[in-house]
Structure formats: structure tokens, C-alpha cells
């Protein structure tokens, strides 16, 4: 075995060597290039008709062993044309032909074993005309065949052709191409059959450059490296396009819209040409390394003219910034001052038909991950931003395209934001329905803020707020069309604007807009509800208030209406309230009430506000005064008028108030002013105390009643009416005059005729009268005090009357008589005061009736010398200066005094009248009767002649006094023991009186008969004053 | 001598009785003289506004009149009423209150003129006034 084996490989060695040598010898001895080469020329010239160069043609057997080869050296295509770059079409450094013979020989089949073009160009150049340097074959001048009636293509096997540093220049202006392929290197090999193609082309090229100046379309493609494989089956194509290397840079309109991009593809695909089907079968393509995985099919339906997509892709993490680096520079603008970055990865499908009219049906889902963002305008950098939403849409319909946002949150420094929900109608009005969430740290947004504003603001707020709103609604600002709710929190929240300051320590805000379950049915555009753990506001040195555990409920209707009064209902509650400013501050307990504004019923312009209020103990601190309620509970309604100019009059009040347990203290007033109660009802016209309570210093009283035209006396069409009921135990008539001096006067030599009007509880001038009031008090004091004067039992009514005070029939009792008193004081101006009085006492103590009215010792001082009782009348008046001192020239007065058993009180005036007169020093001094009238008429006061009777004396005593107290007495005794009608003059005053013997003046005086005329007048003008004294008292 | 005598004691009776008739005669002349006489004024003459220092009265022609004092800050507006009423020479004034009642005043003219008032009262205070305006 051994030994056939060793003769078998020698034979075969032996023949392989003379194979080698017969080999050689055809290659090297038969076809040298000197003989092929001539023939190739001879040949090459038949079929080109351009100038062509050989340097050199051999055959080849060892370099393309198993099958002989052709290589040409130098080759060259010579076609000058005018406008082209190169007369050279083509020239070859090296190119090498393999072809099976055998197999064209045997089967007519073309196998191109090997074809190889090492170094070289081509040149192609085409004029605007069409003339080109290509077109270098000869015509053909064979008769054309009969119409065959199928052609087939031959067999083609091409095994391997290959490119290798070749550079391609096509430029035809006719087209406005100009292509330029530098360094290109490829291998193809491929198959071609009667009824199909296969094959695989690698390509890699250093440069490619395409200028297309029709569409302004630039692209260079450098470092370019491709592989393409495929099938072609009829009207079938199944392949793969690869590109795995390239750098791309691409200027379409003047635009730059690749630079240097690095591009990469891999696209299985299968193409129907009759159907123009085209089907990728996880085709991927990337550009910058962002890669995009396509899947499904695209049809282009000739007929209908429809392009049928049903494709579906998928990207995974593509940086943000390498997409935005794509973005072409005219639209770098649109970023400008944004830096972002994070990571984009999408999934979805396109599927429908796409013509003219039609979109294909988009289903996306974007994620977006580990993002972030600094824009300019929004000082804040933005951290771990992610989103994940889908877009549905056909790029034509609202009814079918949405974005629905499964997810975006994003980070400050310190906060976070996060939003979900769905954005719809995105052609026509972009239409948001979104739930926000956010925790806001809002101290890192003072930076946000404007110096100029002089804002801080610090704390925390969180919350959740959902909205549903368009577009035009956020650039109309039409809220009333928006859906907003949400609730915020606000955590240590600090707010400071200038020097203004609110803080709250925990409050949660919570709205509506618009209110879907409103209190009225205007009231429906928002609805806002605070509670609030503390809230504190103020502004420096000047005010600040503190509410606890408050709750506030506001409803409105749109306040942006200007063109109507709105409504708006806000309910309130809270633990307590503290409020202050300067010297003024206010504590309020649990207050809680309602407030409610509406347009007028009647007139829609004016406003009609209702006001229902409680709380607890409410303390007031005003200065000096002080004011505590414990119970407060109100009912106010108020209705505008706002044709009227004085503002009292636009804001029109109805209600109720009821006040328990006040204390009042005023710097002003030295006691205290208490209220137990007070309860009273009120419209514009009509003020009733149902029930009033009131303690002011040793006074107490319940007032009751009823102030009448209240309106319309301010308006000045009426006379202000009231009719109360005074009750009390004991009144300090001074300290209630003080307490409503001043309402309503002026004094008419003022400047200003308003000055003084306001109610002044300090007693700074004198008590001003209302005017245009008439209000009776219908009084009933057990114990009045005024001054040292005392008064019980006080019934009768007080009336001020238009400037007018009258105590009208005033009956009381003192310690010295029962009394009727009628009192005027008018104040016609400040320093002109009426005071008048008339006067009855009944049955009176003199002595105490000079203790209880020491003047009247003044007007009659003889009086002094009488005791006992008697009646006592007199009309006076007089008027005041502002400081109540009587202006004397005004004074006017009448009085009458009677009195039976008086007692004539020994003194040196009576012992010296006694002495002259030789009264009986046993004569006790007993005056049996007494009936005085005298007159004051300013400093003078005249005692009409009167008589007394005492023992068996009758005297008349006349005269006049001056408030001097210089006196001008006249004593006529006109019945006693002697014959003789003695008369004594009373001269001087108190501390120097001269008694002198007089002629006795009134004797007849008492006897009708022998009277003259001036008795008779004097006892004329006697009888009239004491008839109109005497009539008071009848009344 | 004696008839001498008697003749020059009735001489000097004589002169003393006509002494004394004289006398009388002069007594009762003077006496008579004294008697007041009734004097009349021209009531009419009183109408007008009379001054007295800072005392003003004025008297209106219906029995009307008023009377203010500017040194009490009181103006004519202001002047308080009195009715009145001039017979012969006794001037009343009769001040009326607005309480009710009335305070009378009597004065005595002495003196009427187109330009002078002059009265007094019975405790014999005289008021002299000017007259400044009708």
C-alpha cells in the first residue's frame, strides 16, 4: 500500500511539474505582453471610439490560480469634451480580469471569476446639453431584431469584483450633479440568472461629495463604509444595507443640517418593485451613535396613489444633547439660553395610509430620563427630569390624537415638581388635562424675583392641582372657562414685600375654580377655602394682626369683571384674632361669621352687602380707652346708593346687634362704662333698642325705644324722631350730657360750619344742643345727681328739639320739696348759650331752698331772715358765655314767694329795723303772712312793694337790691300802736347799712281807695307776674 | 302919744301882717310853683335805636322794641324783645320771657329828642342814650 501510495504522489508530483513548466512556457515564452498587448489595442479600438492607452497587457495564471487572468497595466480612456474637468474618462493603474471560459464556452454562462481595478479614475462628465464623454462606443449598425417576445437575461456569475483606490468624478451639468468618490474601494460579487440577482457589494471610500445645486442639496460623505448584500427575484428584492462607518455632513438649502455625523444603518429589507413594497425586518440606523430599530412595511400603492405604513421603531437612550447637536444652526435659536440634556428612548408604531390629505396613525411612547435643564429665563437649574408619555396621533385629527403624560417629574435644588394626564385637540386647541404635584422649597425662588419688588419669600408648599384649560383659554385668560382644583400647603411659609409681612406656620389652601357645588348661583366662578394653624400679618411699625386656627371660605363670582359689582360669599371662623396699630389694638375670641357681596335687586351698579357676625370676647384697646365685649352676634344687611355724595348716606344699614357684658374705659371719662346688655334693631330709617343696659360711673340705666327718620335726616328731608324710654336707678345727668355733646352744630362765626360735630366725650366747650333732632325721653330717675344737687323720684320727659334741650314738666323730689321744673337750653351758637327755667316749689323749707339754690340768696337776700315754709316760684333766664358764665345784660327774671307763719329770724338788720320802728321787744317774731313778687332785670333786682303782717305791725317793704350788693330798701309801717306812720330807707350794703327814719311811702298802698296811679301800676305789674308764674304751676 | 303909739304899733302890725301876707303870699307862690306838672313827650321820637355806651335799646313805632349789650358778645340779631309803651312821661318796658312771665320796668322821661333820651327809675338811676339809627 505503502509503495502505491509512493508511486501515485510521485506521478502526480511529476505531472503537476510538467503542468507548471507547459505553463510557464505559455505565459512567459507564448503570451508575453509584447504579443497580447498589440492584440488587446487592435482589439480595444474596434469597440471604442475615443482614444484609448495600454501600457501593458499579460496573462495571468499563478496570481489568479486555479484560473488563467488578464492584466492590463496603464489603461486609459482619452474623450476630451468641452466643460469637462479631465479629457481622461477613465484611467486604470492595474486592472485584472478572471472569467470562467469554460463555463461561457461550455453553457454561454458569464462567470466573472475575478475583476480587480487597482488605482485609477473615472471621469464622467455631462453638458447641459446631454453631450457627454462617455459615450464612446461605436453606433451599432446591425438591423435592429424582430421584436423578441421575451428577453432573458444570461447567466451571470460574478464571483468577485474589486475596486481598490479609485477616485469617480460624475458631473452633469444638465442635472446640476456634480459627484465626487475619493479613494473608493469595494468588492461585489454576485449572481445573475434569468429571472433573478443576488449578490454583495463592501464599498468603503475615504470621500464622497454630492453637490445637487437644483435642490441646493450638499453631502459629503467621508470614511464611508458599506456592505450590500441581496437577492433580487423577479420583482422581489430581499437584501441587507449596511453602512457601518460614515461620517455625513449635509447642506440642503443653504441649511446645515448634518455635520460630520456619524452615520450608521443596517437595513435588512425586502423590496417588491411592481408593489413597491418595502419591508425592514429589524432594520436599525444611528446617527452619533443613537440608534433606531425600524420594523414593518411601506407600500406605495401606485393606483390610489396611497403609501401604506405599518411600521414599528424603538430608540433607546439617546442623549439628549447629540440630538439637540443635530439640530440645524438656523434653529439653534430656539434653544438659546437652554441647556439640556438627559436621555430619550422611544417605542411605537406608524401605521395607515399617507397621501396628500392623510397622515398615518402615530402611536409613540417617549421616556425621558435623567434629564436636565437650565434655561436663563428660569434661574432655577432642573434635575433628574423624567417623563414618560405616549402620542397618539394622525398628525390631521383632534378626535384621535392625544398626548398622554404617564409621568414628567422634575427637580430644583430643593424642589420637585410632577405632573400627569392627558393633552388633546392638538391642531386645532391644544386642550390640557393635567394633575400637578409639587413640593416647593420656596426660598431658592427669591432669585426669580425682581429686586425692584422687595419681595423674600421662604417656607414650603405642597400640593396637588388639577386643571383642565386650552390654549386660547391661557392666552385669553378666559378662567371662567378653565377647569382648575387643587389643594396647597403651605409649611413655615414667610412672605415679606417691603415692609409689609404674612407668615403662617401651617396653612392648607384648597380651590376650585370653577365651584361646582356654589352656596348661590352667581357665585360659582371659584371657590377657595384657608385653614390656617396661625397666620400672621403686619407691616413695620406701624400694624399687625394674628388670626388662630381660622378658617376662611371664599366664593366669587368672576372679579375681573369690572363692568359688574361681583358676589362673592366668605364665610370665616377662627379660634381667635389679634390685631394692632399704633396705640390701637383689637382681641377678638372665637369669631366667625359671614360676609356676602351682591349687585343691588333694584340697581345692579350698587352693591348690597350682608354681614352676619358672633364671637366671643372681643377686646379693644384705643390709646387710653379701653372697650371688652363678652358676646357680640350681629345681623347687618347694607345696601349702596351710590347717587348719593355724602357717604353716610350711600351705605344704607339694616339689622341687628346684640352686645352682652361690655365694659368700656375711656381716658375721657373717669368711671368706667358698662353694658350688660344691649339688643336693638336697625334699617336706614329707624333705629329701636330693643334692650339697653348701662353703667357709667354711679349711673345706670336701661334705655328703650325707638330713633325715627334716621335717613332722612341725613339726607336733610326730615327732622330726626325719637321716643325712648329712660329707666334708672341713679343718673349722673353731667356725665350723659358729656356723652352727646356736640352732635350735629356748629357755630355759625366758625370758618368751618362742620367743626365741632363730632361726638367728643371730653368736655372741651360748652354742651352744643343737637339740631334737627326731636327725640323725648320720657324719664323716670329714682335718684338724679348733678353737682351737689340731688333729685329722686324724676318723672316727666327730656326733648331736645332742634337745638333746643327741654325738660318738660319735670316733677321731683329734693330734700327740701317736691318740684316741677321745665328747663330750656338752646345753643344758638358757642358763645351764646339760652339756659331758662321755671320753677315751682311747693311747700318748701326756705332755709333749705337757699341751701339747695343759693342764688336765689343772691336775688332776694331778705329771705335769710325768714324761716318756715312757703311756695316758691320763678321764670328766669338768662345767656351763658361758652364757660356757662351768665351774661348779666341778658338776665331776666320773675319770681313770687307767699308763705304764712313764718318765723323772722332775729338778726342786726331786724333789731336795727325793730329799734327804729319801737317794736315791742316781747314781740316775738312771728310773720303772719308773706306774699312777695320781685323782678331781676340784669343787675337789678326789684322787690315790689309787699306787706307783712307780724303781731301788731303791718309794714310794706319795697325796694331794690343790685348784684353789688348794694341795696335801696324802703320800710313803710303802715298799721301800729302809734298814731303815726313811721317809714325807715335801708341804704348801702352788706357790711355798711344806714337805717333812716323816712317818711312813710306806702301808706295807702294797701287800700284801694286812697291809692295813686303808680300804686296802682305797681300792683298792676304784681298781679301779672305772679298770674303768669302761678299758671306753670295750674298746667 | 298914745294914739302915736298905737298908730306906729298897728304901722309895725301892719308890716309885720304884710310881712307875714307877703311871706305867705311867696310861701303859697313858691308852693304852687313846686306842684309837678304834667309833661308829654312825643312817643314817636322814641323810635329808633338808641345807644348808651355798649347798651343798646331800639324801640319799633308797634310797641315793640329790644335791647342787647355788645359787651356781652351779643349782637341786634340776638337782642331780646320787650313791648312798650310812653304816656305823658312814664316810659314802660315790659320784658318778655320766653319761660313765661314778664319783668316790668317804669322810668320817668326827662328828656325826648330827636337825638336824646334821657329817664330815670324810681331808686333814681338816670340812663342817658344817644340815638345811632332808626
Not at chain 1, 127 to 144: C, E, F, K, Q, R
Not at chain 1, 380 to 406: A, E, F, M, Q, W
Not at chain 1, 701 to 723: A, M, W
Not at chain 2, 52 to 67: E, I, P
Request: glycine share 6%.
Amino acid at each position: 500500500m505503502k509503495k502505491f501510495i509512493k508511486i501515485f504522489l510521485i506521478s502526480l508530483l511529476s505531472l503537476l511539474g510538467v503542468l507548471v513548466v507547459a505553463i510557464s512556457v505559455v505565459i512567459w515564452i507564448v503570451f508575453t505582453p509584447a504579443r497580447i498587448t498589440p492584440i488587446v489595442r487592435k482589439q480595444a479600438a474596434k469597440y471604442i471610439t475615443c482614444k484609448s492607452e495600454i501600457g501593458s497587457v499579460e496573462l495571468t495564471f499563478f496570481s489568479t490560480f486555479p484560473n488563467f487572468g488578464l492584466k492590463v497595466r496603464d489603461f486609459a480612456l482619452i474623450n476630451p469634451v468641452t466643460g469637462s474637468m479631465s479629457d481622461t474618462l477613465v484611467r486604470v493603474d492595474e486592472l485584472v480580469g478572471v472569467v470562467d471560459a469554460k463555463a461561457y464556452w461550455k453553457r454561454k454562462d458569464i462567470i466573472l471569476i475575478g475583476l480587480v481595478m487597482n488605482g485609477g479614475s473615472v471621469n464622467i462628465y455631462s453638458d447641459s446639453l446631454g453631450h457627454t464623454n462617455y459615450n464612446i462606443m461605436p453606433p451599432d449598425t446591425n438591423p435592429a431584431p424582430a421584436a423578441a417576445t421575451k428577453t432573458e437575461l444570461p447567466f451571470i456569475d460574478i464571483r468577485n469584483i474589486e475596486v481598490k483606490d479609485v477616485s469617480l468624478r460624475y458631473n452633469d451639468l444638465s442635472l446640476k450633479l456634480n459627484t465626487v468618490i475619493r479613494n473608493l474601494s469595494a468588492k461585489i460579487n454576485g449572481k445573475v440568472s434569468r429571472d433573478s440577482i443576488s449578490g454583495n457589494v463592501t464599498v468603503n471610500t475615504s470621500m464622497i461629495s454630492i453637490e445637487y445645486t437644483k435642490e441646493k442639496l450638499n453631502t459629503e460623505i467621508r470614511d464611508l463604509s458599506a456592505k450590500i448584500n441581496g437577492t433580487v427575484i423577479l420583482d422581489n428584492m430581499s437584501g441587507n444595507i449596511k453602512v457601518s462607518s460614515s461620517m455625513i455632513s449635509l447642506d440642503y438649502g443653504g441649511e446645515k443640517y448634518l455635520q460630520q455625523a456619524a452615520v450608521q444603518f443596517d437595513l435588512p429589507i425586502d423590496i417588491n418593485t411592481s408593489r413597491q413594497f418595502i419591508k425592514l425586518k429589524n432594520a436599525t440606523a444611528s446617527i452619533n451613535d443613537m440608534e433606531l430599530l425600524l420594523n414593518g412595511t411601506i407600500e406605495n400603492d401606485t393606483v390610489s396613489k396611497n403609501i401604506s405604513t405599518d411600521l414599528t421603531y424603538k430608540l433607546a437612550s439617546w442623549p439628549v444633547k447629540n440630538i439637540i447637536a443635530l439640530v440645524p444652526p438656523s434653529y439653534k435659536s430656539y434653544f438659546n439660553g437652554t441647556d439640556v440634556d438627559g436621555l430619550l428612548s422611544s417605542d411605537g408604531s406608524i401605521k395607515g395610509i399617507y397621501n396628500g390629505s392623510h397622515m398615518p396613525l402615530m402611536d409613540m411612547h417617549l421616556l425621558f430620563e435623567k434629564g436636565t435643564l437650565k434655561y436663563s429665563a428660569f434661574t432655577l437649574p432642573l434635575h433628574d427630569v423624567d417623563g414618560d408619555l405616549r402620542i397618539y396621533t394622525d398628525l390631521n385629527s383632534d378626535s384621535l390624537s392625544y398626548v398622554r403624560i404617564n409621568r414628567f417629574t422634575a427637580k430644583t435644588p430643593q424642589s420637585n415638581i410632577s405632573t400627569e394626564g392627558m393633552v388633546t385637540h392638538l391642531f386645532k386647541d391644544i386642550t390640557c388635562n393635567l394633575t400637578t404635584s409639587a413640593g416647593l422649597t420656596l426660598d431658592e425662588f427669591n432669585s426669580m424675583i425682581p429686586q425692584s419688588m422687595k419681595t423674600t419669600i421662604r417656607g414650603k408648599a405642597s400640593g396637588q392641582v388639577k386643571s383642565r384649560f386650552t390654549m386660547s383659554q391661557v392666552e385669553k385668560m378666559q378662567f371662567e372657562k378653565m377647569k382648575l382644583s387643587g389643594s396647597i400647603t403651605l409649611s413655615d411659609f414667610d412672605v415679606k414685600y417691603d415692609s409689609i409681612s404674612l407668615k403662617t406656620d401651617r396653612s392648607k389652601i384648597d380651590f376650585a375654580l370653577p365651584d361646582n357645588n356654589p352656596l348661590s348661583k352667581n357665585t360659582g366662578f371659584v371657590f377657595a377655602s384657608i385653614i390656617s394653624d396661625n397666620i400672621t400679618a403686619g407691616k413695620l411699625a406701624s400694624y399687625n394682626a394674628s388670626l388662630k386656627k381660622s378658617s376662611l371660605i371664599l366664593e366669587t363670582s368672576d372679579i375681573r369683571d369690572t363692568t359688574r359689582i361681583p358676589d362673592i360669599i366668605c364665610s370665616f371662623s377662627m379660634d381667635s384674632m389679634l390685631a394692632g396699630m399704633d396705640d390701637m389694638a383689637i382681641a377678638i375670641a372665637s369669631p366667625h361669621g359671614k360676609v356676602s357681596l351682591s349687585p343691588g335687586s333694584v340697581h345692579s351698579d350698587q352693591p348690597h352687602i350682608s354681614l352676619s357676625y358672633n364671637s366671643g370676647e372681643l377686646k379693644t384697646v384705643m390709646g387710653k380707652t379701653t372697650a371688652t365685649v363678652n358676646k357680640i352676634s350681629t345681623d347687618l344687611d347694607i345696601s349702596n346708593d351710590n347717587t348719593q355724595k355724602d357717604i353716610f348716606l350711600q351705605w344704607l344699614v339694616k339689622g341687628y346687634v346684640d352686645l352682652n357684658q361690655g365694659l368700656i374705659t375711656m381716658s375721657e371719662l373717669t368711671q368706667k362704662i358698662e353694658i350688660p346688655s344691649v339688643k336693638m334693631d336697625f334699617d336706614p330709617e329707624t333705629f329701636s333698642i330693643k334692650e339697653s343696659s348701662m353703667k357709667i360711673g354711679k349711673s345706670d340705666f336701661q334705655l328703650t325705644g325707638n330713633l325715627n327718620n334716621v335717613l332722612s335726616y341725613f339726607r336733610g328731608d326730615s327732622i330726626l324722631r325719637g321716643k325712648f324710654n329712660f329707666v334708672s336707678n341713679k343718673t349722673d345727668v353731667g356725665q350723659l350730657m358729656a356723652l352727646t355733646s356736640g352732635m350735629g352744630t356748629y357755630d355759625s362765626t366758625s370758618v368751618n360750619k362742620y367743626e365741632n360735630t363730632t361726638v367728643d366725650t371730653a368736655i372741651t366747650g360748652p354742651y352744643m344742643v343737637p339740631k334737627k333732632i326731636d327725640v323725648i325721653l320720657n324719664a323716670n330717675v329714682k335718684l338724679a345727681t348733678m353737682g351737689v344737687d340731688t333729685a329722686t323720684n324724676i318723672k316727666g320727659a327730656v326733648q331736645v328739639h332742634d337745638g333746643i334741650l327741654l325738660l318738660d314738666g319735670l316733677t321731683f323730689d329734693t330734700p327740701a320739696a317736691r318740684m316741677k321744673l321745665t328747663a330750656m337750653y338752646s345753643t344758638p351758637r358757642k358763645n351764646h348759650l339760652f339756659l331758662g327755667i321755671d320753677y315751682h316749689m311747693m311747700d318748701v323749707e326756705i332755709s333749705e331752698l337757699l341751701t339747695m339754690i343759693p342764688d336765689i340768696d343772691s336775688l332776694m337776700p331778705m329771705l335769710r331772715s325768714f324761716g318756715g315754709r312757703g311756695e316758691f316760684h320763678i321764670a328766669a333766664e338768662t345767656y351763658l358765655d361758652s364757660l356757662y358764665n351768665v351774661k348779666k345784660s341778658t338776665l331776666r327774671g320773675a319770681a313770687s314767694i307767699k308763705g304764712n307763719n313764718l318765723v323772722l329770724m332775729d338778726g342786726q338788720t331786724f333789731s336795727e329795723i325793730a329799734k327804729k320802728l319801737r317794736f315791742n321787744k316781747k314781740t316775738q317774731n312771728k310773720v303772719d303772712s308773706l306774699s312777695a313778687e320781685f323782678t331781676i332785670f340784669r343787675n337789678e333786682i326789684d322787690i315790689y312793694p309787699f306787706l307783712i303782717v307780724m303781731d301788731k305791725y303791718k309794714a310794706v317793704i319795697a325796694g331794690r337790691h343790685n348784684f353789688d350788693m348794694t341795696f335801696d330798701y324802703h320800710v313803710s309801717v303802715v298799721d301800729c300802736p302809734l298814731p303815726i306812720k313811721l317809714g325807715v330807707d335801708i341804704k348801702g350794703n352788706e357790711d355798711n347799712l344806714s337805717y333812716k327814719l323816712a317818711k312813710c311811702r306806702y301808706a295807702q298802698y294797701f287800700r284801694p281807695t286812697a291809692r295813686h296811679e303808680v300804686e296802682n301800676k305797681q300792683l298792676e305789674l304784681r298781679k301779672m307776674i305772679r298770674e303768669t308764674l302761678a299758671e306753670k304751676v295750674k298746667e | 302919744m298914745i294914739i302915736n303909739q298905737f298908730i306906729i304899733k298897728s304901722a309895725e302890725m301892719m308890716k309885720k301882717t304884710l310881712r307875714y301876707l307877703t311871706m305867705l303870699t311867696v310861701i303859697t307862690l313858691l308852693a304852687v310853683s313846686c306842684t309837678k306838672e304834667d309833661v308829654t313827650y312825643d312817643q314817636t321820637l322814641l323810635t329808633g335805636k338808641w345807644q348808651s355806651g355798649t347798651l343798646f335799646y331800639k324801640y319799633l313805632a308797634n310797641g315793640t322794641g329790644g335791647t342787647w349789650d355788645t359787651a356781652d358778645n351779643v349782637t341786634e340779631a340776638e337782642a331780646q324783645a320787650f313791648t312798650w309803651t310812653l304816656v305823658k312821661d312814664l316810659l314802660t318796658q315790659i320784658h318778655v320771657l320766653q319761660m313765661g312771665g314778664s319783668v316790668p320796668k317804669i322810668y320817668t322821661v326827662t328828656e325826648l329828642t330827636a337825638t336824646s333820651l334821657k329817664y330815670h327809675d324810681n331808686f333814681g338811676k338816670s340812663f342817658s342814650f344817644t340815638k345811632v339809627g332808626k
